[in-house]
């Protein structure tokens, strides 16, 4: 590469004719400046070189329909069996900080990176003896659930600065959230509601890039959202009033997004996946998805492409050359196979420039692993598996 790099800097030094004394002192900067810059980029500490030391790994958890759970860091190690086999599937998998969250027939919580589990016998409030809430028997797939991350902005902050969680509930409006972590005895129901708003059961939410916050209820067919900045004046819940086009009906749509597109897919009543650009007003069909199949999930990674999980007919892409019109992304899925979650994870090394991207599929054929933004799969641990995260 440095004598590539040189011959180029001679040939031009040449044509605009230096003196050989110039080049050759021009070519001892030039060589100086590449050396530095080679040293810099594979920058070693004790002898290894930092573009390969991973600083920050990753933590993926799946689970299987027998209500297994299991955890690896590279996608080949694979941690078996690290809530054994009860009988109840997973729904959803939440991690908060130290905090791991797992929604099955109720809400556990590890706070020992998974060693083991306890129910977290949501109360609502800190105070004993008030009743628990259990998770709504509709919601079932990852988005019951909603880390709220703290990023630049402080998220679903009324009165206090703390990062919440958002599950789907029975109670009020169908939500609760915690201001720790989703640990005991922090949940409180969210009443942050405009007047009038009633008879609603949310199941599923979804936050956008801008970190505005989406739920909708699939029976009344409603769409409700929440400004999410610390210094928004007003940070309850609003209804979106319905357009011209609204979702139809009857549908068991959960919801996903892209970037700031807000996405439904219906995994149940075979409607297909929409998006919408105002606020859940109004929606437009997607194209290019199977006709007559459910649409199990929807997922964003990285925000950089839009996956829709489907029955037995795989993943689907969104293209690049057209945000409205889908293509099969199945190089190296088994064949009929039904995609029902899917996670993004990443390796950070220690230069802090390079990261490793990958997106994890769970399956009804095992979990798959991709490494060119969901374009081909490779199956890393076979099984029939319903959660990821």
């Known amino acids: 590469m440095f004598l590539f790099e040189f011959l180029v ?73 690290l809530f054994p086999t009860d009988g109840y599937p997973s729904r959803a998998i939440c991690y908060s900080n130290s905090t791991l969250l797992w929604v099955k027939r109720n809400i ?20 004993d003896g008030l009743p628990t809430f259990t998770v709504a028997d509709s919601a079932f797939n990852q988005t019951v659930i909603l880390y709220a991350a703290n990023e630049k902005k402080v998220y679903l902050a009324v009165d206090d600065n703390m990062t919440r969680i958002y599950p789907s509930a029975n109670y009020g409006m169908g939500l609760a959230y915690s201001n720790n972590d989703g640990n005991p005895k922090s949940w409180i129901i969210d009443t942050a509601y405009d007047n009038g708003i009633s008879g609603v059961k949310i199941n599923t939410l979804t936050q956008l890039k801008n970190n505005m916050i989406f739920a909708y209820d699939p029976q009344t067919n409603r769409i409700f959202h929440k400004l999410t900045t610390f210094t928004d004046a007003d940070s309850g819940w609003h209804e979106t009033l319905a357009g011209a086009n609204p979702l139809p009906t009857p549908n068991a749509f959960t919801l996903a997004h892209f970037n700031n597109m807000l996405v439904a897919v219906d995994y149940k009543f075979k409607q297909g996946a929409f998006y919408s650009t105002d606020l859940g ?41 057209d945000l409205t019109m ?28 390079i990261a490793t991207q990958f997106i994890y599929l769970a399956t009804d054929k095992g979990i798959f692993r991709s490494q060119d933004l969901g374009e081909s799969w490779i199956k890393v641990q076979p099984g029939n598996f319903i959660s990821i995260y």
């Open 326 to 353: 889908f293509k099969a992304s199945n190089i190296g899925l088994d064949n009929f196979t039904s995609v029902h979650s899917i996670a993004a994870k990443e390796n950070i090394y220690k230069n802090n420039s």
């Open 9 to 81: 800097i001679f040939t031009i030094l040449k044509k605009n004719h230096f003196s050989m004394r110039k080049i050759n002192f021009l070519l001892s900067v030039a060589a100086l400046s590449l050396l530095t810059g080679a040293l810099q980029s594979c920058k070693k500490s004790d002898g290894i070189v930092n573009n390969n030391v991973i600083s920050t790994p990753y933590s993926l958890f799946f689970a299987d329909t027998a209500g297994a759970l299991f955890n690896t860091n590279d996608g080949i190690n694979i941690k078996k069996s």
């Open 281 to 321: 007003a109004n929606w437009s069909r997607f194209n290019g998805l199977p006709a007559n199949r459910n649409l199990y999930y929807a997922s964003s990674p990285f925000d950089q492409v839009l996956l829709v999980g489907t029955d037995s007919f795989g993943v689907y892409k969104l293209s690049t050359d």
């Open 108 to 127: 556990y919580y590890s706070n020992n990176n998974a060693t083991n589990f306890n129910a977290a016998n949501i109360v609502l409030n800190a105070f």
